[in-house]
Nanobody
Framework: QVQLVESGGGLVQAGGSLRLSCAAS????????VGWFRQAPGKEREFVAR????????YYANSVKGRFTISRDNAKNTIDLQMNSLKPEDTAVYSC??????????WGQGTQVTVSS
């Protein structure tokens, strides 16, 4: 079992920045990657970014590339998402998820990010 707890959401004006953090606990040695996803009202959940647990290789959705940065601290078992140049369309509930093998098996409770225009 892996437990995930997100923090760092909030309200920010367009063009501003927020940093989300995901704290992982439990059997983290079984992880292959940790990712961030988001879901806006009335829309399906979409992939934002992921990072390989073993070597820290990042991968981003085109919509956030160049604005968001995912990073991890293996000693602390935290995965951060630095979000810069935020846009109103980034407004969503952001959730982190842990992948074992090829499936994101574990999910956090989510944190709200609201970007005002």
């Amino acid at each position: 079992q892996v437990q995930l707890v997100e923090s760092g959401g909030g309200l920010v004006q367009a063009g501003g920045s927020l940093r989300l953090s995901c704290a992982a606990s439990g059997r983290t040695f079984t992880l292959s990657a940790v990712g961030w996803f988001r879901q806006a009202p009335g829309k399906e959940r979409e992939f934002v970014a992921r990072i390989t647990w073993s070597d820290g290789t990042p991968y981003y959705a085109n919509s956030v590339k160049g604005r968001f940065t995912i990073s991890r601290d293996n000693a602390k078992n935290t995965i951060d998402l630095q979000m810069n140049s935020l846009k109103p369309e980034d407004t969503a509930v952001y959730s982190c998820a842990a992948r074992i093998g090829n499936v994101f098996n574990y999910w956090g409770q989510g944190t709200q990010v609201t970007v005002s225009s």
